[in-house]
C-alpha cells in the first residue's frame, strides 16, 4: 500500500490547504475568528470522540496527573494557533497565511534544541534561514521593504507558526505516554472545554438556523480536521515520519493556489518566490529524517 499511502497524505494536505473555503464562509457570516475557532475545536472534538469510541474506547481515557499535556497541546498550542491563523487568513490572503504558517519546522528545531537538546545540525541551520528569507519576500520586507502584508498579519501568520511548532513539542511529551488517536482526541477536548465559554457563539445562535452556517462548520471540523487527520494517520503507518512530512508541504501550495483562482488574491513574483523558498526549506529540513 505504499504508493496510496502517499496519496492519502497528500489527500490530507489538501484538505487542510481548503480550509480558508470555510473559514472565509463563517467569516463572511459574521462569526469573529474566536468563534470560528470555537466551531472547529468543538465539531472536532465530537467527531474524534465518536470515532473513537467506535474504534478505540481506551484512547478516551487519561489519568488525571497527565492533564498537564493536552493544557500545553489543546490551549497553548491549538486556539492559540488556530485563532492566529484564521486572523491570518483575513487579513492576508490564503496562501500568505499557509507559507507563514510553515515557519512552524524552523521554529520546532530552535524549540527542540532548548527543551530536547537536540543537535541544530547545518542542514537544520540552513532551513531556518531560508525559511525566514522565503517569509521576508512573502511579507514584502524585501526587497525594499513593499509592505505586501500588514503588521498585523505578518504577526499573526507568524504566531500561527509558533502554535502549530508548539503543539509539537507538547505532543511529543504527550506521545511519550499515549498513542496518537488519545493525544489529538484530547487536545480537542481540552481545546473546546476552554475556548466555548469565552467565545460568544451563543450570541450567533440566530446563524445556526442557516444550513450553509452548518456547512462550512462541519467543511471546517470534520472534512479539513477529523477526516484530514484520519486520512494522515493511516498513511503515516505506511510512511516514514520524514517523507510524510514532505508530501504534505502542498498544503501552501493548495492554499495559495485556492486563493488565487477562488478569492481573486494576486501574488506577486517576489512573494511566489518566498513560497517556493519555505516549501524547499520544509522539505529539505525532513528529507533525512525520512
Known amino acids: 500500500m505504499g504508493r496510496w499511502a502517499y496519496w492519502l497524505i497528500a489527500a490530507a494536505a489538501v484538505l487542510w490547504g ?3 473555503l470555510f473559514v472565509k464562509g463563517l467569516a463572511a ?16 472534538a465530537a467527531g474524534l470522540v465518536a470515532y473513537a469510541a467506535v474504534t478505540d474506547r481506551r484512547a478516551l481515557v487519561i489519568r488525571p496527573a497527565d ?11 491549538i486556539i492559540f494557533f488556530n485563532w492566529c491563523y484564521f ?10 497565511a499557509a507559507v507563514l504558517l510553515y515557519t512552524a519546522p524552523a521554529i520546532v528545531a530552535v524549540l527542540s534544541r532548548v527543551v530536547f537538546g537536540e543537535r541544530i545540525t ?11 528569507l522565503g517569509c521576508a519576500l512573502v511579507a514584502g520586507l524585501v526587497p525594499g521593504f513593499a509592505g505586501a502584508v500588514s503588521p498585523l498579519g505578518l504577526l499573526a501568520g507568524l504566531g500561527a507558526g509558533l502554535g502549530y511548532a508548539l503543539y509539537s513539542i507538547f505532543g511529543k511529551l504527550a506521545l511519550s505516554r499515549y498513542e496518537p488517536l488519545t493525544v489529538t482526541t484530547h487536545t480537542f477536548i481540552f ?6 465559554p469565552f467565545s460568544g457563539l451563543w450570541e450567533q445562535r440566530a446563524l445556526l438556523a442557516a444550513w450553509q452556517v452548518w456547512g462550512y ?14 486520512l494522515y494517520t493511516v498513511g503515516l503507518k505506511y510512511v516514514e515520519p520524514g517523507r510524510a512530512a514532505v508530501t504534505a508541504t502542498i498544503e501552501p501550495l493548495v492554499a495559495a493556489a485556492l486563493g488565487a483562482t477562488v478569492f481573486g488574491e494576486a501574488l506577486t513574483g517576489w512573494q ?11 522539505a529539505g529540513v525532513q528529507e533525512r529524517a525520512g
Open 18 to 20: 481548503i480550509i480558508a
Open 29 to 44: 457570516w459574521g462569526l469573529s475568528p474566536l468563534q470560528v475557532v470555537a466551531v472547529r475545536v468543538a465539531l472536532s
Open 67 to 77: 492533564a498537564g499535556y493536552f493544557v500545553g497541546t489543546g490551549i497553548i498550542s
Open 87 to 96: 486572523t491570518a487568513i483575513e487579513t492576508t490572503s490564503a496562501g500568505v
Open 122 to 132: 547545518a542542514r537544520k541551520a540552513a532551513a531556518v534561514a531560508v525559511t525566514f
Open 191 to 196: 481545546a473546546a472545554i476552554a475556548v466555548l
Open 217 to 230: 462548520a462541519a467543511g471546517l471540523g470534520l472534512v479539513s480536521t477529523v477526516l484530514a487527520y484520519l
Open 272 to 282: 511566489l518566490a518566498g513560497m517556493a523558498l519555505v516549501v524547499a526549506a520544509v
